[in-house]
């Protein structure tokens, strides 16, 4: 048990760490760069906006 829990906060502390370097580089979070980079060209086709949808499937 206390094996786990010592794992558990080195975890934490070089988590807390990275996110800390990361946060002084960056001026995005790492959850939102990732999100950019992956969703970033497909960002438009999951929208809701239907305007744009109905204007998309018309070809304009």
Do not use: C, P, T
Request: charged share 30%; no cysteine.
């Amino acid at each position: 048990m206390y094996k786990i829990l010592f794992f558990l906060a080195i975890g934490v502390a070089i988590g807390y760490g990275y996110g800390w370097k990361d946060a002084q580089v960056n001026e995005k979070a790492v959850y939102e760069r990732v999100v950019d980079r992956i969703g970033g060209s497909n960002r438009d086709l999951v929208s809701n906006d239907i305007d744009a949808r109905v204007a998309r499937s018309e070809g304009r």
